[in-house]
């Protein structure tokens, strides 16, 4: 129990249930906001204070990925969350039985808010510690804060959610390493070239899965591509199509680090991700001048010979020229990799390093668990002295009234500055009452020992009984 | 400050150890603490030990490398200090462990031995000499850091060859950066190389013209240890030039760079024990007196450290 609330999630996730479950569950935004209204989140008041909706619903936060739907909820104690949840899912269309089924988990309070610092910290992610999960949380988080004011128990475990996913990013390194096989390409190439910008690489074949490594290779700023294919024409379209992705790109960036005004291309624009194309017989010629090679034609024998590259090599004045085969069936015939100085690498390496650090990242859980049990243990510190804070605010309320009451009146006998010095001593006054009391108040030997020192400062102390 | 230098001669190699076990902490875990303290305890031990050096020289009252132990520590400093430089110009620190290590022993192996009895030659206590000194010192180190590196571009570069992707290939910095960090160290040695081979002769005229005779026919411009350090010079300038204009590079700069430094120490060794030279400061019989000079240090410190550490 959250004080006088309790939290409760309901979780449809990739280790419980198959694609198709969760995309029947799969709530999109709209969705998500007609639960919302239909669950009766409220509004804030003027004062920011939320309140429980007749339904006993304080708040809910839809949170849908393509890997997760799960929804929190904030409810008033005694509340039926189950049977709220059902009919608010009913009423906006959802398969609200798939939530209730085998395929959903649920878990209440605490272990609801370690669930949620799990997901944030990419513990419960398909990649461990994938970083994209973090932005979808706060997505949600977003779009129920719009919509209604979260509940405190919401809105304190939401906020400690994103301080532990960075925590842990930052402290450990759960996702350092890539693990798909575009990053592995990339983070290959860099264990050669410490700058991308500075080189050039060469795509050969202007395919699907060409253009997906293009893609990465540029997002991390490769100097120039250049796309040599059988037709020019594919070569042409696929290179326009990157220039067109790649200065949407930069312009976004550039708007983002100038606040949202839309402005041109940064520097960086002039320097890297130049992309242009070559006809097929120049690839030769192109092997001479590049410094990484991806190759990803759907040719069915190979197309870069060893004779090709030993022409390249005496051109290269001692550079290493580094190849990736993505192809299936294999483009670069495997002698190419007893050239002196070339380095030639396949799918099964790229799956070696993905492996590599999966594991390397595996290695890092039991640290991000630790940071997960600190932050969770600062959670239940809070909760602990949730039930002190109205009565807290009210007394102090109480004696701030009074200090000004008598800082008013010595400011009618005396100067300003002795008005001023009364204030600060009656200010460290209240400070020092205030910290003596809530002490007080936590050192209390029961609840109901609490519970009844609270009802007698609330009684002495509350706005009723000054009036 | 006898006392002080005392307390330090423990406690520089357990500052060497933990800059060491830090830079290693690094390498094996690449947790984001270690990444921040390893460069700050590395500059927390340049800035202690070379106040230390500078402390020993004072109360020598001539350059703490006379005796082997000293040279030793000298030379753990020059290296952490070297590295540091191109640590903070490439900002690469995976590679720190490996330095620090070497910096570690020597800097105990200093320690350890250094209380014993030794006279140095007063060369040591000219200041004109300690320029070009610490000069060599500093070339030197950068030449054998560069060897250091260009071992492990070679290392990384056989493990890609083998497509082994193991805790160096996931630690190391790419074979571009080991590069630079190899010729960056060339390009900070051969200056100094040169520097102190000029101090070295600046100082040696002067000094002719300042002792008697007999000594004055010793300082030879053709002595064997300074024509094989124009030798080497000349060698790692033709490298450098090399690289700048004709490509030199990759693995073929990196086996020259390896070769080099093997071909140095090897000569070196030669020519230190085959041929005669007035390269040698540890002569038990002071050489001469030189004139204009205090005698200072053998009876202070014979007072002060019961004869030992000298």
Not at chain 1, 103 to 128: C, I, K, N, P
Not at chain 1, 259 to 272: T, V, Y
Not at chain 1, 426 to 437: D, E, M, N, P, T
């Amino acid at each position: 129990m959250i004080g006088p609330t309790t939290l409760h999630v309901r979780s449809i996730n990739h280790k419980n249930a198959p694609t198709e479950v969760r995309e029947k569950a799969h709530l999109d935004p709209e969705r998500a906001t007609a639960l919302m209204d239909a669950l009766g989140g409220h509004l804030a008041d003027e004062n920011h204070d939320p309140t429980a909706s007749e339904t006993g619903c304080i708040s809910v936060i839809p949170v849908s990925t393509c890997n997760r739907t799960e929804i929190y909820l904030e409810v008033t104690e005694g509340t039926d969350a189950d049977a709220l949840l059902r009919r608010g899912l009913a009423e906006v269309g959802a398969d609200a039985d798939i939530f209730f089924s085998e395929h959903a988990t649920e878990l209440q309070d605490l272990e609801a808010v370690r669930h949620l610092f799990a997901v944030s910290s990419g513990l419960e992610s398909m990649m461990l510690g994938e970083p994209q999960i973090s932005a979808q949380l706060k997505d949600a988080y977003r779009l129920a804060r719009n919509h209604h004011e979260p509940g405190p128990g919401l809105l304190r475990a939401f906020q400690g959610a994103f301080r532990t996913g960075k925590r842990v990013r930052t402290e450990t390194r759960i996702s350092i390493g890539a693990v798909s096989v575009a990053f592995a390409a990339v983070e290959l190439a860099r264990k050669f070239f410490d700058k991308l910008c500075d080189h050039r690489a060469v795509l050969v074949g202007a395919g699907e899965t060409g253009g997906l490594a293009a893609r990465h290779f540029l997002q991390h700023d490769i100097g120039h591509l250049v796309v040599v294919n059988r037709s020019l024409e594919n070569a042409e379209l696929l290179a326009e199509t990157l220039r067109t992705e790649r200065k949407a790109a930069l312009e976004k960036k550039a708007a983002k680090n100038s606040g949202g005004l839309l402005a041109p291309a940064p520097d960086i624009a002039g320097k890297c991700g130049k992309i242009s194309v070559r006809p097929w017989n120049e690839l030769t010629d192109a092997l001479a001048e590049a410094d990484v090679i991806l190759s990803t034609t759907g040719a069915t024998e190979p197309v870069i010979l060893p004779e090709m590259v030993e022409a390249a090599v005496p051109r290269r004045k001692g550079k290493p020229l580094f190849l990736l085969d993505i192809a299936v069936p294999r483009d670069i015939h495997p002698d190419v990799g007893k050239i002196g100085n070339v380095f030639l690498f396949g799918m099964d390496d790229l799956d070696g390093i993905i492996q590599g650090n999966l594991a390397a990242r595996a290695g890092q859980v039991p640290h991000a668990e630790g940071i997960i049990q600190e932050e969770l243990k600062e959670f239940q510190t809070w909760l602990e002295d949730i039930d002190l804070r109205p009565t807290v605010a009210e007394f102090k309320a109480y004696l701030e009234g009074l200090k000004d009451k008598q800082v008013g009146f010595v400011r009618k006998k005396q100067s300003e500055e002795v008005a001023a010095a009364v204030d600060r001593s009656l200010q460290q006054f209240i400070k020092k009452v205030l910290g003596r009391s809530v002490s007080t108040l936590k050192s209390s030997q029961s609840r109901e020992e609490r519970e009844r020192d609270l009802e007698t400062l609330k009684r002495i102390f509350s706005s009723d009984e000054q009036d | 400050m006898i006392v002080l230098m005392s307390v330090f001669k423990v406690l520089m190699p357990m500052i060497y150890l933990v800059v060491w076990g830090t830079y290693l902490w690094l390498f094996y875990t690449d947790h984001p603490t270690a990444r921040r303290l390893c460069t700050r305890f590395a500059v927390v031990a340049v800035m202690l030990h070379t106040a230390c050096l500078v402390g020993r020289g004072i109360i020598l009252g001539r350059l703490p490398m006379g005796a082997p132990a000293e040279f030793f520590c000298a030379l753990s400093l020059a290296m952490l200090a070297t590295y540091l430089v191109i640590e903070i110009r490439i900002k690469a620190k995976n590679t720190g462990f490996l330095v620090t290590g070497v910096s570690f022993i020597f800097v105990f192996v200093g320690s350890v031995f250094s209380t014993t009895t030794m006279e140095v030659s007063p060369f040591l206590e000219d200041p004109g000499f300690a320029g070009h000194a610490v000069a060599v010192l500093f070339a030197y180190t950068a030449l054998s850091l560069s060897f250091l590196y260009a071992l492990m571009y070679l290392v990384l570069n056989r493990q890609l060859m083998r497509h082994q992707f193991g805790l160096l290939f996931r630690r190391s910095p790419s074979l571009e950066t080991l590069e630079r960090m190899s010729i960056g160290a060339v390009k900070m040695g051969v200056p100094l190389l040169f520097a102190s081979l000029c101090l070295g002769h600046l100082w040696m005229y002067d000094l002719a013209d300042r002792v008697d005779a007999d000594m004055a026919s010793m300082l030879n411009p053709w002595d064997p240890k300074i024509l094989i350090s124009w030798v080497i010079l000349l060698g790692y300038s033709a490298g450098l030039i090399g690289n700048r204009f004709f490509g030199w590079r990759g693995k073929r700069m990196n086996v020259m760079a390896v070769a080099a430094f093997i071909a140095v120490v090897g000569a070196m060794g030669l020519f230190y024990h085959f041929f005669p030279s007035f390269h040698d400061f540890r002569s038990s019989q002071p050489i001469t007196t030189l004139s204009g000079f205090p005698e200072t240090a053998s009876h202070i410190l014979a007072q002060c450290d019961g004869g030992h550490d000298r």
